[in-house]
């Protein structure tokens, strides 16, 4: 569908302001970041608690993007661009989809519920995507932003949507429902999901059910207390398990690793073997059979479909390959939109200048070959991917469409040509549908470590980073603090995501910690909190800024200033307020002063101190003591070298303080000054047990059962006989100890694993690389996933029983546990 600037202004109700309503717009954005802007690029200017869109638009005009649907339109661009001027950008937005998606008329599935959406969807692409040409939402775009974006991926070809809807508040539904407007719904279940949101259960029944407003037919599992909310205009199609009113009768039994479903429908009784055994999965797949039975399909289709039925990885991976090369994992779809979201991945987490592609064959993108490859082609050339690698038939009919491109016709034939493609400092995306097994690539590219990973959340990080940004004001700056390897989580790959987020500072401890990530390509100003005099050269040589805390640092560094003629080279300056580790005390300002005053060389940027007790109320007097001299102290500093706050420093820039730390931005509110640093809250942590309900599960330690035995009576585990059964005991052993950063007194009956959502206390000493746990009772095997630390348990509740901080549990991690790095 082609559109101009002159159709989407009564669209959206927008006041055109601009020289050219004629204008061609052939894609919708919201991210200035994104290397898919174009000439054609619509871009909505987006507001939140802490971003502007509108902000970002000067940037986007010299990207050659034209035009933007904005509130205002900034002075800096007035003139320069066609702009839609409404009320509400996010709105508009919304209005705009539901306008697209009333242009097509064919079967739209909408998803909601508290769990299982994103399952369904996808087991449903698979199911009867042999049979449709099938848009669906990519990834987990459920959101009030998520919702329009996806219903913008429909084309003329497409015969069949699936699209989730989620919310969190009331009135969001009826939103989301303008913009899906589903014929078919599917409401998967009711749980404790953003209950916070609600007043009661029912509110919640009520305002998930305003989706299925106009549907043809409801699919849910029966249930008299959601059927009590339920329009009695909808036609309901239910299932149960312990109701033979409903419309399908269910009975399930255990065969090994499967489940057999008995099904009675329509008098007519047929099984089906599910590959999985847990209860979610179960009513996932249940909610799938039954669109299959209300379109019709036979016995037969639906048996052989639904038992290849698989576990869906909706998360894209980042891991360290061979060769110094770093991997995107993406190896479990291949469709046009989720193509666009990997292509904005890789470029917000490239380690190299160089990036591959490896592609299979693109399904269901309702476009005909020849338009799809173009399109893909383009993708590519706008992403600046340096090199192609396609495999299956159909990329390979069209090689000539890409530059730099290899083809091959099979995974077998790219694995017997591996050793001649040379995969050496690159990020490689490696993008393929399911049936092409590329999870044999990644495994020949990933870089060979033992089985305990670390899985870095990286949603999580954007989401605890926001939370913090809410909570300031909106000139306050944020330095983020990625020192110690990123608190253990990964320094670089969350460096990145910092800087996608455009936060204004990062900080690190050392020097070389500073030059790895400017190595890497990180641009965004860095800070050296504790400066070594030995690497004052290499700091300068790399653009880091160091911190000042002493006469002696001071001179040292003006020594090599003057020698190198340097001119306004940043510094910051550290006051000591009381925390009595770092920095110049009252008593050392005259003699500061006095060695600063009339140095062009250097450039205070700013003026920090750190707070000994922000995150302890009970010492609450001694923090604001602290803050008061930090005011006092700051405040002769820029009288005295005459910096005065309202006025820009030497070469433009305004001077900033800042004394906050983590615990600080929530405690102490009135003291955020011009910046604020924030330290574990990033990853998760808070010590404010309220707040903590706020913050996202950043890092899950994870490693796998490596043998099960049993051991009789009086029989012992480990060094020094330190757990002797008093019973028949069957124990795992598990390939994590002391060298990967597991305290040693975590063992002994004090700490417990994770498996199968069972606690399993470790038994006797825990060794260099292994601790044995009890596993008496809980159903498990060799291979089978534990979780060390997470959800369950949490990093919080080791350091309370440890007698430690989150800090040290996190920082002990050794660097031979393998990060893993994802995006859901």
């Not at 109320?617 to 405040?635: G, N, P, R, V, Y």
């Amino acid at each position: 569908m082609t559109l101009t600037i002159r159709n989407i202004i009564p669209i959206i109700k927008a006041n055109w302001i601009g020289q050219n309503d004629v204008a061609i717009i052939d894609s919708i954005s919201i991210d200035s970041r994104s290397l898919q802007n174009d000439e054609n690029t619509l871009f909505f200017a987006l507001l939140g608690p802490n971003h502007d869109g509108h902000q970002y638009i000067e940037e986007l005009i010299a990207k050659n993007v034209h035009h933007f649907v904005v509130t205002r339109i900034p002075e800096n661009v007035k003139g320069k661009g066609n702009f839609l001027v409404v009320e509400n950008t996010l709105e508009a937005l919304q209005n705009f989809a539901a306008f697209y998606r009333s242009q097509f008329d064919f079967p739209i599935i909408g998803i909601t519920g508290s769990n299982g959406k994103t399952i369904i969807k996808e087991w449903l692409n698979f199911l009867l995507s042999p049979d449709f040409n099938i848009i669906r939402s990519p990834k987990s775009y459920n959101s009030q932003v998520g919702v329009p974006l996806s219903i913008l991926g429909i084309n003329e070809n497409h015969n069949l949507g699936i699209f989730e809807a989620g919310i969190s508040q009331m009135h969001e539904m009826e939103k989301l429902q303008k913009i899906i407007q589903p014929t078919i719904g599917i409401l998967t279940n009711i749980g404790s999901a953003h209950d916070e949101g609600f007043s009661s259960a029912a509110e919640k029944i009520k305002e998930k059910l305003k989706l299925f407003s106009t549907v043809t037919i409801l699919i849910l599992n029966k249930n008299k207390t959601i059927s009590a909310f339920i329009n009695p205009k909808i036609k309901q199609f239910s299932w149960c398990s312990d109701d033979k009113s409903a419309d399908v009768f269910i009975t399930k039994k255990n065969k090994g690793e499967l489940t057999e479903l008995n099904v009675t429908y329509r008098e007519d009784t047929f099984t089906i073997n599910i590959p999985f055994q847990d209860q979610a999965s179960l009513e996932n797949a249940i909610h799938c059979m039954m669109v299959m039975l209300y379109f019709g399909y036979n016995q037969k289709t639906i048996q052989t479909r639904m038992a290849l039925l698989y576990p869906v990885e909706m998360r894209l991976k980042v891991k360290n390959g061979i060769n110094n090369t770093t991997i995107i994992d993406d190896s479990y779809s291949s469709d046009f939109q989720s193509l666009k979201i990997a292509l904005d991945f890789l470029e917000n987490q490239k380690q190299h200048k160089k990036k591959t592609l490896i592609l299979s064959d693109i399904f269901q993108s309702g476009l005909s070959n020849d338009e799809l490859y173009s399109k893909v082609s383009q993708l590519i050339i706008s992403n600046k991917i340096n090199r192609v690698i396609g495999i299956g038939e159909t990329i390979s009919r069209y090689k000539s469409k890409f530059i730099n491109c290899i083809t091959f016709t099979n995974v077998s034939d790219f694995i017997n040509a591996f050793e001649s493609l040379s995969f050496e400092n690159e990020t490689i995306l490696i993008k393929g549908a399911r049936n092409f097994h590329f999870e044999e690539i990644v495994s020949m590219l990933e870089e060979k470590t033992h089985e305990t990973v670390l899985e870095i959340n990286l949603n999580a990080i954007s989401h605890n980073l926001n939370f913090y940004k809410s909570k300031l004001a909106p000139k306050t700056k944020m330095m983020v603090m990625v020192k110690a390897f990123g608190y253990g989580n990964g320094g670089f790959e969350i460096a990145k995501l910092l800087e996608h987020h455009k936060v204004d500072y990062l900080g690190v401890a050392f020097a070389d910690e500073g030059i790895s990530l400017k190595n890497a390509g990180i641009t965004v100003p860095i800070m050296v909190l504790n400066p070594e005099t030995t690497s004052f050269s290499a700091i300068i040589q790399h653009q880091l800024e160091p911190e000042i805390y002493s006469i002696k640092g001071l001179k040292s560094f003006l020594k090599i200033a003057e020698q190198k003629k340097l001119q306004h080279f940043p510094i910051h300056i550290k006051i000591d307020t009381g925390m009595h580790r770092l920095g110049f005390e009252e008593e050392n300002l005259p003699e500061l002063i006095q060695i600063l005053k009339g140095k062009n060389n250097v450039q205070i940027k700013s003026i920090l101190s750190h707070m000994a007790t922000s995150d302890d109320l009970k010492h609450d007097a001694f923090s604001k003591s602290q803050i008061a001299l930090f005011e006092k102290l700051s405040t002769q500093l820029q009288t005295e070298l005459k910096i005065n706050p309202p006025e820009p420093t030497a070469n433009g820039a305004k001077l900033i303080r800042h004394i906050l730390n983590t615990s600080g931005i929530t405690n102490y509110p009135e003291a955020q000054y011009d910046m604020v640093r924030l330290g574990i809250g990033l990853y998760g942590i808070s010590n404010d047990a309220e707040e903590q309900k706020e913050l996202e599960i950043v890092g899950t330690l994870k490693s796998v059962i490596s043998q099960i035995r049993t051991i009789e009576k009086d029989e012992s585990v480990g060094y020094g006989r330190r757990f002797i059964a008093t019973e028949t005991t069957k124990i795992a052993t598990i390939p994590i100890g002391y060298a990967d950063g597991i305290s040693r007194a975590w063992g002994q009956g004090v700490g417990y694993v994770l498996i199968n959502n069972t606690p399993a206390k470790i038994i006797g000493s825990i060794c260099m690389d292994m601790l044995m746990v009890n596993i008496t009772g809980i159903d498990c095997k060799e291979g089978n996933t534990v979780i060390i630390f997470g959800e369950n348990p949490t990093v919080n509740f080791m350091a309370k029983k440890l007698n430690t901080i989150p800090y040290e549990i996190l920082t002990s991690i050794s660097q031979r546990v393998k990060r893993v790095f994802f995006r859901e």
